[in-house]
């Protein structure tokens, strides 16, 4: 079964008429990874905070299907849930919250909204230490306020390792690339190809190819203007690093 | 005051007048029309049977372990204390009403001469019983010795309606360290009127930390005098209001002397009509060269209907210094809430992580482990209480 089913999707600001995502149309299957590439303003983050189901975006026409489901029903905590997850291009700072205290509020909420029991703290620490230790997360971050004084690199391995926490079927990272250096990217990568398996799939959102050096997909879409206006394999994102986005920007117009 | 002024019956009561809006300091919380109904005081009243015993278990350092000194409608109750009092003389000359009518007015209170490290915390429990209403006043006279330190609370608990009036003297010694946590956690239909004043001289470490949850009308003075150089002050506190509560504090930090350092932290959350109140004011002296004091006070507004007033004030006399204030107040941040949602943290629960999170950091200024948890514990069964009640 498709995990995810974008079917001819329009989405506007709520309080403006201009429309973002314009017909967009995407299936994903369990396992696959699939990178969204495109210039600045075609709307890669409006469609990870519409599948997140963030505020202040109207769904004007088309659906999105998840596990069979009608995901833009759902509040953000049940998509979640449900396996929902997204790695922020700006991960938000929470003063006062541990890290360590929100994972673990984070995962029993998830598990009890999926009738599962609770994690206990030694098992959730075991855990915790184990998926850190691989993504090259201190203790001492741990033990820091979410994202507080966080560099930009600590911010997306702490994105990660939420994720490798929460184990999530669908994961959408949104231009998790950006402000990282060479080093944090591949430390950062080598974490999302670990999480990669035949039950969960990803979306990968970037402008640049570079990430994709690391996390080869196995599918390429080029976003345009709100849809996607061409699907090609890994070499795909080769030629626009080539060509640049020009051309099929103008092909959308 | 004008004597021309008919008094009104809570004033006939008390044979005091209360002070009224046209007073600066009292702007917002206009005791003249806040009070409504007459609080006699020096009334003699016995608790009954079991309402001590229920306070007590009901204060949120029930499970710390403490030296407590306890006070039963303003008189010393020796058969729940562990400590009695000691000879030490009240020095202070306020001219401020609440301090008017405590000096008038109080049958009792905790006098203590702190000499060497006591490190089991000293707590001090004001309960009033449920009686018909009146004035309780109690006034407390605390020495920190040179090189002493301590910890000391003040638990303020009741039923019924009574207007509480409590004065806490403080003297802290050369080199000498005090930690004071105070909770106001009167009755709902009570009145909480206080000033604390606190002398703090050469080299001591003074961290004050108020917690006010209780009362329909709080008024909480502060006084602190730096008196020798190289001093520190931590004041700081939290509001969790509900309901019409009001509570209103004032404080005034006085630089008297150079090389001494301030800082103010208040917390305050609030829901329904609830109203705060911050006025800090810090003077430096002439000749407080390098003075650092600083004060902020941050509002979480919770409803529509919530409102909270601050003011800062600076007066500065010295041109060394450096003195700062900031003053927020708004709503839970939409993106951290959506954040916490993305993780699967339902609305409810994220909203009181992050209610619990912002008075959290008034909380961090409490140093022992263990009023600290109970502060923090406090604060968690508010916000459930609070959600229960929609």
């Known amino acids: 079964m498709t995990l995810l089913d974008i079917d001819n999707l329009h989405v506007k600001l709520e309080d403006e008429d201009r429309e973002i995502i314009r017909g967009l149309t995407l299936a994903v299957n369990p396992g696959e990874v699939h990178a969204i590439m495109g210039p600045n303003g075609s709307g890669k ?20 299907t998840y596990k069979g489901e009608d995901l833009l029903e759902m509040p953000p905590e049940e998509r979640a849930a449900k396996g929902v997850f997204l790695a922020f291009q700006y991960p938000i700072e929470i003063p006062g919250v541990a890290t360590m205290q929100f994972l673990k509020v984070a ?18 620490m075991r855990l915790v ?82 990430l994709l050096d690391y996390i080869v997909p196995d599918f390429v879409h080029v976003l345009s203007k709100g849809r996607i206006v061409k699907s090609g394999d890994k070499s795909l994102a080769l030629e626009l690093e080539e060509k640049g986005y020009a051309e099929f920007t103008q092909d959308a117009a | 005051m004008n004597a021309a002024i008919a008094r009104t019956a809570a004033e006939e009561a008390l044979g005091f007048h209360l002070p009224n809006r046209r007073m600066e300091e009292w702007r917002w919380t206009d005791l003249r029309q806040l009070i409504d109904k007459p609080y006699p005081p020096r009334q003699k ?64 209170g905790a006098r203590l001469r702190i000499e060497g490290n006591v490190d089991t915390p000293i707590e001090f429990v004001f309960i009033s019983t449920d009686a018909s209403p009146r004035t309780v006043a109690t006034r407390n ?46 009755s709902h239909d009570a009145v909480h009127l206080a000033h604390a004043h606190v002398i703090v001289d050469r080299n001591a470490a003074f961290r004050d930390f108020t917690l006010t949850a209780g009362a329909k009308l709080n008024r909480q003075n502060g006084t602190f005098r730096f008196i020798g150089e190289f001093a520190d002050a931590k004041v700081s506190g939290a509001y ?69 007033d601050a003011k800062p004030e600076l007066e500065i006399y010295a041109d060394d210094v450096a003195c700062g204030h ?65």
Not at chain 1, 107 to 123: F, V
Not at chain 1, 131 to 159: C, H, I, T, W, Y
Not at chain 2, 49 to 65: K, Y
Not at chain 2, 357 to 374: M, N
């Open chain 2, 240 to 308: 969790l209001l509900a309901g019409k509560q009001h509570a209103d504090t004032r404080l005034v930090v006085g630089h008297e002397v150079a090389n001494c350092a301030s800082r103010e932290l208040f917390k305050c959350v609030m829901d329904g009509h609830a109203r705060g109140i911050f006025q800090g004011k810090v003077i430096v002296r002439p000749g407080a060269q390098k003075t650092d004091g600083k004060q902020s006070s941050h509002a979480l507004l919770l409803s529509e209907t919530a409102e909270f």
């Open chain 2, 141 to 186: 006279v605390i020495e920190i010795a040179d090189d002493a330190s301590a910890t000391i609370i003040e638990t303020h608990l009741g039923e019924g309606s009574y207007l509480a009036n409590s004065v806490t003297e403080i003297r802290i010694g050369h080199n000498a360290r005090l930690d004071r946590v105070k909770v106001e956690l009167e």
């Open chain 2, 326 to 390: 900031g003053a927020t107040s708004g709503d839970l941040n939409h993106d951290h809430v959506f954040y916490l949602k993305s993780r699967g943290i339902p609305e409810a629960e994220a909203k009181a992580l992050l209610i619990a999170a912002f008075v959290g950091e008034a909380f961090d200024t409490v140093h022992h482990d263990g009023i600290r948890a109970a502060l923090e514990d406090f604060a968690a069964r508010w916000l459930t209480e609070r959600r229960r009640k929609g």
């Open chain 1, 45 to 64: 983050s409006t469609l990870s905070y519409v599948l997140s189901g963030r505020e202040g975006y109207q769904v004007t026409e088309g659906s999105v």
């Open chain 1, 107 to 124: 995962l029993n909420s998830q598990r009890k909204a999926r009738g599962e029991k609770e994690l206990s703290t030694p098992d959730f």
């Open chain 1, 129 to 210: 230490k184990d998926r850190a230790a691989k993504l090259n997360v201190s203790q001492d971050m741990l033990k820091r306020p979410v994202n507080v004084g966080f560099s930009g690199g600590e911010k997306k391995r702490a994105e990660i390792l939420q994720m490798a926490v929460l184990e999530p079927s669908l994961c959408i990272l949104d231009e998790t690339d950006s402000g990282l250096d060479i080093d944090a990217l591949r430390v950062v990568a080598e974490g999302v190809n670990a999480l990669r398996s035949p039950d969960r799939a990803m979306i990968v959102i970037t402008h640049y190819q570079r």
């Open chain 2, 45 to 108: 009243v016995e608790a009954k049977g079991g309402d001590v015993e229920r306070l007590l278990a009901s204060s949120p350092f029930a499970g710390v372990a403490a030296t407590r000194m306890v006070f039963v409608n303003g008189e010393y109750d020796a058969k729940h204390s562990k400590q009695s009092n000691a000879f030490v003389e009240s020095t202070a000359a306020l001219d401020d009403p609440v301090n008017l009518m405590n000096v008038a007015f109080a049958t009792d």
